[in-house]
């Protein structure tokens, strides 16, 4: 059965420094998102993408935050400046016609 | 997009059947319900969508009175496995730029 998957399981990095967070979507899926959880919270919608251009997007996807789909396979979200408070679960989705399926997520830790 | 209200926890025992009602008052002409699961530090898996009356597949039951401002999850015999978050989301899956809004879900938490 197709999967979403992302990479890595899990990163730590410093404040202050980039971090670029990849998901390889299911193949024939157009509907791309990003979300968050900290830890004991809820899932957090951050962006949504389509046809090479975020859809929709929260007022957490600052502008620290950005997105990119370099390819035909890779959907990525990239930190910029990374902070403490952005330590959390990152789940990559894609979407058929109805439905999100979700990968298994990339766990962030900020020191 | 439609606010969900579903109970915060619920408790059941192994074998039992498991109803989770969810509330969407505002439910629009567009929107489908979708049920996912989450187990601690892993995605929402989907567990199961419709758009009224009944559906049903491998794992759940989700039933959808006529006016649709409710919907109620059903999983047969509950085992230990099925500890977990239960989120309901209503959303017009027709558009492309659908922003889903995760409420807290229902804690479910089964015991031998």
């Known amino acids: 059965e197709p999967e979403v998957t992302q990479t890595p399981s899990h990163q730590v990095t410093q404040m202050g420094q980039e971090v670029i967070l990849r998901c390889v979507p299911i193949s024939n899926h157009l509907y791309f998102y990003w979300y968050r959880q900290i830890l004991g919270q809820k899932v957090e919608f951050l962006v949504s993408?389509?046809?090479?251009?975020?859809?929709?997007k929260s007022e957490i996807f600052d502008d620290q935050f950005s997105v990119e789909r370099p390819d035909g396979s890779n959907f990525t979200l990239k930190i910029r400046s990374t902070k403490l408070e952005d330590s959390a679960m990152y789940f990559c989705?894609?979407?058929?016609?109805?439905?999100?399926?979700f990968g298994p997520g990339t766990r962030l830790t900020v020191l | 997009l439609a606010k969900t209200t579903q109970p915060i926890s619920m408790d059941s025992y192994e074998g039992q059947e498991v109803n989770i009602t969810c509330s969407h008052n505002n439910i629009a002409t567009n929107d489908y319900i979708t049920w996912y699961q989450q187990f601690p530090s892993q995605g929402p898996r989907f567990i199961i969508q419709g758009y009224k009356t009944k559906v049903t597949n491998e794992v759940a039951s989700l039933f959808i009175p006529a006016d649709r401002k409710s919907s109620t999850l059903s999983l047969p015999r509950v085992s230990l496995s099925d500890t977990a978050v239960y989120y309901c989301?209503?959303?017009?899956?027709?558009?492309?730029?659908?922003?889903?809004?995760f409420g807290a879900g229902t804690r479910l938490f089964v015991k031998a």
């Open positions: 993408f389509y046809n090479n251009e975020i859809s929709e």
């Open positions: 989705a894609s979407r058929d016609e109805n439905t999100q399926y």
């Open positions: 989301l209503v959303g017009d899956m027709d558009t492309g730029g659908f922003k889903t809004i």
